[in-house]
């Protein structure tokens, strides 16, 4: 049998482990959301290749232990308590993370909330914090971080992480995905908007990323199916893959979309879910 033979891999494909160069040498990033699976990953890159980092989450307690755990701030990491499902906490968080880093380089929008029902029993309730917390929130820090960097003659580069849901869409969590797929779509429009100041826009749509909240995706669907959500989580693998997605994997094209290397990349919803998106 040939070797070059057309068929499925019959073993994961593994992680692959490039070499951290300090790319982002000097500069201040805020990444929200940083003390989930996704978010802490981009955080503990960004500050491996040189950064400041200021990792913003909602509790307190969980920024302090996750910032203390990536270096502290002896090593350019602190942490910020922000609700960006609440605008003036957003304002206050973008305050406290411009004193914290001096200079503000980018941003990263990492936090994210899903809830899943019935399509036709999303609460009204649902529909608003998963916009506050997955649009709302986003548009606001990347506003107050926008006009920081025009004002200071910054130039530099904001992330969102969206998701593969954004553009396919799942009906189980169907308020999340126009979430994800407004967000898509404001990351076209900052992107035009901002070009002017070479702030360049982009965003990050990853598949299904073995963290806690795909945990919650297959408890939800167990509810569903009536299959057991450890089951359902094995099965929620890359078909090309066959594994899960990791978070660094996530990192690594994140962190790579806020370089000068992605100056021709712009206003775009960059696939990272290995394959399963054809668009």
């Not at 399509?119 to 820090?141: K, M, T």
């Not at 070479?198 to 299959?227: H, K, Q, W």
């Not at 990791?246 to 960059?270: H, K, N, Y």
């Amino acid at each position: 049998m040939s070797k070059y033979m057309t068929t499925n891999p019959s073993a994961p494909l593994p992680v692959r482990t490039p070499r951290i160069l300090p790319v982002h040498e000097g500069k201040g990033f805020i990444v929200t959301g940083g003390s989930g699976g996704i978010g802490k990953a981009i955080a503990g890159l960004l500050l491996a290749q040189g950064a400041r980092v200021v990792v913003a989450d909602l509790k307190p307690a969980s920024v302090e232990a996750t910032a203390e755990e990536l270096g502290g701030a002896g090593k350019g990491c602190f942490g910020v308590a922000m609700d960006v499902g609440s605008q003036a906490s957003v304002t206050a968080g973008i305050d406290a993370a411009a004193k914290a880093l001096g200079t503000i380089d980018g941003l990263v929008n990492c936090a994210a909330i899903v809830l899943h029902s019935d399509p036709l029993e999303v609460s009204w309730d649902d529909w608003r914090r998963q916009f506050e917390i997955n649009l709302f929130g986003a548009y606001e820090a990347s506003r107050l971080v926008a006009k920081r960097m025009i004002n200071e003659g910054t130039r530099g580069a904001i992330v969102s992480i969206a998701s593969e849901a954004g553009k396919k869409g799942h009906k189980e969590s169907l308020a999340y995905s126009a979430s994800k797929a407004a967000l898509i779509s404001m990351t076209r429009m900052l992107s035009e908007t901002l070009a002017p100041h070479d702030i360049n826009v982009n965003c990050v749509c990853p598949g299904g990323v073995a963290t806690p909240m795909l945990r919650e995706v297959s408890e939800a669907y167990s509810g569903f199916t009536g299959e057991g959500a450890p089951a359902i989580f094995d099965k929620m693998l890359s078909q090309q893959l066959i594994r899960h997605l990791q978070p660094i994997e996530v990192a690594r094209v994140t962190s790579f979309l806020l370089t000068d290397d992605a100056m021709l990349i712009r206003g775009q919803a960059v696939n990272a879910d290995a394959g399963e998106t054809p668009y």
